[in-house]
């Protein structure tokens, strides 16, 4: 098993991730010829109505060395407890517009449970712990600050 | 007199005004809970907002000391992902 | 929601499924903007050894009319239990080498509890439920016939 | 007398030597297990083999005939995926 590296990663792109990026890095893991099961989830931003208003675009923006910091805890700790080949973490900054992709978790390991596991505990503690913010931008400059759901 | 640099996040910034201002404090510390009244004094749609408060990046209780020259981030509840 | 339909769908690619396709899906899902989060599962040939030898590549066979009608029923059964916008499974026949990719399976929903859930229970569904066997194809010509673990 | 025809998956396909073979079987129906009598005498290396029988695309139990016409599957456990 790969150990996750001592300083913390980068996570922060700015705007959608696209999704050629996410074929080239599912591609650069071809070699990693110990993987049996990748679990990937993507956060897509959606077409919400908030008060007959459409949302067209969420707008985001964190305390990036806070949430830096925070994540590379989580990664720790997710590393401690699934035998993991690696994980990787993409999440959106600034201007992603409805139908673009937000958030990006990639987890792979050599047997399936613990690679969806891991993965979805990953996108549970990004929503619940990472300083990031939302402002879904409506019609008319009008805009309104995302609320996550438990 | 000392002076304390805030931040503030998502919704909060629409009643700060600014993403970034500071705040001038007499004395050399005073505690977590004596800040909030300050914030709410100038601030008063802070009050019946959910925050956390984190010095330096890390987040404190109201019983924590706030000293000079340290980072306040004022953060509302999450939202990303 | 949209209903799954009526006639069984072809899950059967021959060889590898590529990242670029697993590209393009996500991309083609773009215009989907009731869509919050999708889940992925990717099965990866992987480099185990085999009484000193390694694994290269596994040859996969089916029951393909029996494989599609069964997998036909869990889609049913799937919608039935999940609010899912949409569900695409593709498995690979015939050979994929070590390291490519056999099997992509791609839930989709508005919030992320559905997608995830469903992915899940797809991959174990097909795991357990599907006429699919693996032939470990060794050095020297030998092969070894591939066994799903619980 | 009847005609079955039989197609064997996976590692039976070992045994039987062909994915594809027919059984010409005195009579009008034979059940299941009678079936797998056959089979068992004519390659005895099933016999130590767990698997499952499939009459026209259905799993059937021992109690179940066999007639005419059927195609019949015997399918190892699988490992799809």
Redesign the interface.
Known sequence: MEMSDKKPKNIFVDGPISPVKIGDDIAHHQKKTQIGAHSIFLGQVRADSVDAKIVSAIEYTAHQEMALSIMHEIREAIFAKYPLTCLHITHSLGMVNVGEICLFVFASAVHRKEAIDACEEVVERIKKELPIWGKEILEDNQYQWKENKG | MMTVQL?S???LT?ITGANSFELEISGEKISVAELKLMLFSQFPALEGKTFRI?VN?RFVSDESDVKAGVQI?L???????
Not at chain 2, 75 to 81: E, I, K, Q, R, T
Request: net charge negative; no cysteine; proline share 13%.
């Open positions: 931040m996040y998502g919704a629409d984190a990046q981030a953060m509302p509840p999450f939202s990303g992902g």
